[in-house]
């Protein structure tokens, strides 16, 4: 299968119940900032940089750089470089804007991460990052937190960055069908039994999608599926 169809245009099957909806809403909210990625960007935990093609057709990104973790990369395709998880081999105010997708829950010292990150970007620069709520254990042993809202917003805080911005990935209904997408492809059902399941959730779990709603006041009783942020490095 074609990457772009893995990650950008990616419709709901019986196969990808458990990814289709967090993979759109990553997209989508991407899209939200398409216009603003401009000059150089960095891709810290790049992984196999599926949204590098998307980004360099759908803005002003003129040099995309890939930067992998170099204990957790285990993929096809090679980065630009990796980073030791100290100090990123690049020079400070290197690049115009930096998006981490699905990275930050491997990282663990969320720090030094968000600091070399700050260290990296340019006056003024982005950052664009997503992160998983639920989800399952993946990558192990290199998956080490679950954020929410109120946590993300301190680190980045802490690390010098404004004008932060956080929404949620998806919201109650989102988040009763990830769960049940998650169970019914990676539980450990037999295959006769993740076929008959799929068939009954598959039109539940697109019904709970469609009716989703992401506008969430993190500080009532939400449920969020994940989380995406913008941020900006001070012009000073």
């Known amino acids: 299968m074609d990457i772009k169809d893995e990650f950008i245009n990616i419709s709901a099957s019986y196969r990808n119940l458990d990814s289709f909806y967090h993979r759109r809403s990553i997209v989508r909210a991407l899209d939200a900032v398409l216009l603003e990625l401009h000059g150089e960007l960095l891709d ?13 057709e759908n803005s002003a990104v003129e040099k995309y750089t890939g930067l992998e973790l170099t204990d957790t990369f285990d993929k096809s395709g090679e980065p630009d470089c990796f980073w030791d998880g100290e100090t990123m081999p690049f020079d400070g105010e290197n690049f115009d804007c930096v998006i981490s997708t699905e990275v930050l829950e491997h990282v663990f010292e969320p720090q030094i991460l968000f600091g070399e990150i700050r260290r ?7 950052l664009f990052l997503t992160t998983p709520f639920i989800w399952n254990l993946h990558e192990q042993p290199f998956d080490y937190y679950r954020y929410t809202p109120f946590a993300i917003r301190k680190l980045l805080e802490e690390a010098g960055f404004e ?6 990935l998806g ?14 492809r990676r539980s450990g059902l037999n295959t006769f039994m993740r ?4 068939f009954i959730l598959k039109p539940v779990i697109s019904w709970l999608c469609r009716h989703d709603r992401r506008d969430i006041d993190f500080n009532r009783a939400a449920m969020i ?3 995406s942020v913008v941020a900006r490095k001070s012009d000073a």
């Open 44 to 56: 810290a935990g790049c992984g196999e940089m599926p949204y590098r093609e998307y980004i360099l």
């Open 120 to 126: 990296v970007l340019k006056p003024g620069g982005l």
């Open 163 to 168: 004008n932060i911005e956080i929404c949620a």
């Open 171 to 184: 919201g109650w209904h989102a988040s009763l069908a990830q769960m049940l997408g998650l169970w019914v």
């Open 195 to 198: 076929r008959i399941f799929s």
């Open 225 to 227: 599926t994940g989380i």
